[in-house]
């Protein structure tokens, strides 16, 4: 069975915390992407991987960052948390762009 | 540069009436396209993909799109809707720009299907 592994599925973090999120995939994919899903606003892409050690922004980057120091393993990074990443943050991984994603169970963050 | 737009945040059917969710893309290269379906508290599921074989795709549960490269579409139909079939549906693009693989959600139609 494939699968994308986020490290927690509940987080509750203080203002100005800095925060990791983990995901782990084991298809040996090239591709990684981090989104937040807001009601309303689908899923918004922060950031994508499609290379150890290469990243690109998505379109909502800000207050964010991201490390792929393997293959396997994509992390999001909350500089500084706010209240506004209050968010369902979820990670994906694809082989290539013509090929089905495959996501992680997400990761409920609250910042209080 | 790719986006996609899903014209309608909201539809209401009734059951066993046809189900129809519209989507628009926009990319510089030959474009992927996938609709999931996200039910309440769940994961998020793939209905159908698009990959430059046949325009009419059939996907899972009876639906089906169509991709229309004169009309940028790639609309969501179903034949008769079941209760079962209420839920989120996003459609996404993914294509290469620039050597990377970006794959773009919509902002999602929130289907309701009434008794």
């Known amino acids: 069975d494939v699968k994308v592994t986020q490290s927690s599925r509940y987080l509750v973090k203080r203002t100005g915390e800095k925060v990791f999120l983990e995901c782990v995939q084991d298809?040996?994919?090239?591709?990684m992407f981090w989104y937040r899903q807001d009601p309303g606003l689908g899923l918004r892409l922060i950031y994508f991987?499609?290379?150890?050690?290469?990243?690109e922004k998505g379109d909502i980057p800000e207050g964010y960052s991201v490390s792929r120091e393997k293959k396997e393993r994509f992390s999001l990074i909350l500089e500084s948390a706010s209240t506004n990443q209050t968010s369902m943050y979820l990670c994906?991984?694809?082989?290539?762009?013509?090929?089905?994603?495959?996501f992680g169970q997400g990761t409920r963050l609250t910042v209080v | 540069a790719q986006s996609v737009t899903q014209l309608d945040s909201h539809v209401s059917v009734s059951e066993g009436t046809p189900v129809l969710l519209r989507c628009n893309y926009s990319?510089?290269?030959?474009?992927?396209l996938f609709w999931y379906v996200q039910h309440p508290n769940k994961g998020l599921q793939l209905l159908l993909k698009?990959?430059?074989?046949?325009?009419l795709v059939k996907g899972i549960n009876g639906f089906e799109a169509e991709f229309k490269k004169s009309e940028t579409s790639f609309h969501l139909t179903k034949p008769s809707a079941h209760m079962s079939d209420a839920a989120e549906y996003f459609c996404?693009?993914?294509?290469?720009?620039?050597?990377?693989?970006?794959?773009?959600f919509g902002t999602g139609t929130r289907l309701k299907v009434l008794a």
């Open positions: 994906a991984s694809t082989m290539g762009t013509s090929q089905r994603a495959f």
């Open positions: 298809m040996d994919h090239e591709n």
């Open positions: 991987s499609y290379d150890v050690k290469m990243k």
């Open positions: 990319s510089s290269y030959s474009p992927s």
């Open positions: 698009y990959t430059s074989a046949a325009t």
């Open positions: 996404v693009v993914s294509s290469a720009a620039s050597g990377t693989y970006k794959y773009i």
